[in-house]
């Protein structure tokens, strides 16, 4: 079981990127999955949220809401966060990650299994 990231990169502030997420050994399909950003000398946070396949439920941190979006594709191995009008302060190494848990938290704590992570950099 493993989770590769992807597509992060510098992008000017008012830019967008896309991450993507592929799983290995498993699919999505019942998993609740999480994008976490973690700052230097910050803890890891939790961004965006996509709940099973069976209820597809969205849920999105205050800072992000409106210029993110997570998604899965069809066949439940790639999850994506698209991210729009990204501004200096989401710059930060970004995750994701996967429970078993059938409620959609946001503790990073309840999270089993991550991915090694991909630098997004937003320059002003």
């Known amino acids: 079981v493993q989770l590769v990231e992807s597509g992060g990169g510098l992008v000017q502030a008012g830019g967008s990127l896309r991450l993507f997420c592929a799983a290995s050994?498993?699919?999505?399909?019942?998993?609740?999955i999480g994008w976490f950003l973690q700052s230097p000398g910050k803890d890891r946070e939790c961004v965006a949220l996509l709940s099973s396949s069976t209820e597809g439920k969205e849920w999105y941190a205050d800072s992000v809401k409106g210029r993110f979006t997570i998604s899965r594709d069809n066949d439940k191995i790639v999850v994506y966060l698209q991210m729009n009008n990204l501004k200096p302060e989401d710059t930060a190494v970004y995750y994701c990650?996967?429970?078993?848990?059938?409620?959609?938290?946001?503790?990073?704590?309840?999270?089993?299994?991550w991915g090694q992570g991909t630098q997004v950099t937003v320059s002003s």
């Open positions: 990650a996967v429970t078993t848990y059938t409620i959609m938290v946001i503790t990073p704590d309840f999270y089993e299994t």
């Open positions: 050994g498993f699919t999505f399909e019942h998993y609740c």
